[in-house]
């Protein structure tokens, strides 16, 4: 049986998800969770909720992951991290978020005809590092810093989407999405704040050059990547001036020292955040 035929039905519009909360629209489904659109009756607004999938209902660790996720974002408060208003225990937990309006930076990067100015850049990466950096001081790692889980509108980004975040510490082998994860996620090794300064490093390259460092970037590689290998296993990130992007000399530098394959090496999120602030002042 193909696996389409095997895909549960998705919640119809007007379908009350937790009581007070009616569907508007599916937005989209991953291999765990279905996120949605509803219509909150108590808060006269649209609000989004995060379920686990119906296949998925009995698997303890993905529920406890959803759990953690309305918890943080009911504890934490930050600009650019989104707010839960509450989370709903049960079988099958949902946890209700504000709407974030505006494209994610994924969208915004496929969008736009010309790369992002340098100084949007700095000023994108400054935000995201200073979520991270108020995550990290609350002894949790993002651990999926990527374009799909920052939203942009207004010159404001927030980054979205806890539901892998963890303390520091041992994680399985392949924790993250395949073209922006660590090398260490990518082993299973130990993770740290340096993981989220990888993750950070692999969003802005995407967002100067449009290509994602650890993406194939010819024939050659296309076939391992298919067959599920991690390139950042094999190869350094390529030099954003081989994609056809001219960067000041500093945001290249910044760029490679986040991406070093030892976390080690790597800047840490305070470091980041104050050369970008130094690389907005100079740039044109």
């Known amino acids: 049986m193909s696996a389409l035929a095997t895909e549960p039905s998705v919640l119809a519009p007007g379908t009350e998800i937790v009581p007070g909360h ?48 309305g918890r943080l974002l009911g504890e934490l408060a930050h600009p650019h991290l989104p707010r839960a208003f509450a989370t709903v225990e049960g079988p099958v937990p949902v946890v209700l978020l504000e709407t974030n309006v505006g494209l994610t ?62 303390p520091p510490g041992p994680v399985r082998r392949g924790t993250g999405t395949r073209e922006y994860m660590a090398p260490e996620q990518a082993r299973g090794d130990l993770v740290c704040a340096a993981t989220d300064v990888w993750g950070l490093g692999a969003t802005l390259f995407e967002a100067a050059t449009g290509i994602a460092p650890f993406a194939p970037l010819d024939e050659d590689e296309d076939g391992p990547f298919a067959a599920g290998e991690c390139l950042q296993l094999v190869r350094p990130a390529p030099a954003p001036s081989s994609l056809g992007r001219r960067l000041p000399a500093a ?32 740039a044109t």
């Open 22 to 69: 009616r569907v508007v629209e599916h937005l989209s489904r991953g291999g765990a969770l279905d996120v949605y659109e509803v219509w909150s009756e108590e808060r006269l607004c649209s609000c989004i909720a995060k379920t686990v999938r119906p296949d998925r209902a009995d698997v303890e660790r993905v529920r406890d992951r959803l759990l953690l996720e």
């Open 105 to 166: 930076l994924e969208e915004v990067v496929d969008l736009r005809l010309r790369r992002l100015p340098v100084v949007d850049l700095c000023h994108l990466g400054r935000q995201l590092a200073s979520a991270l950096h108020y995550l990290h001081a609350h002894g949790y790692l993002h651990l999926d810093v990527r374009p799909a889980n920052v939203m942009a509108h207004g010159g404001v980004a927030t980054l979205i989407d806890l539901s892998i975040a963890r």
């Open 251 to 282: 945001f290249s530098r910044l760029l490679r020292d986040c991406l070093a394959d030892d976390p080690a090496a790597r800047p840490g999120i305070l470091d980041v955040h104050d050369v970008l602030g130094e690389l907005a002042g100079t």
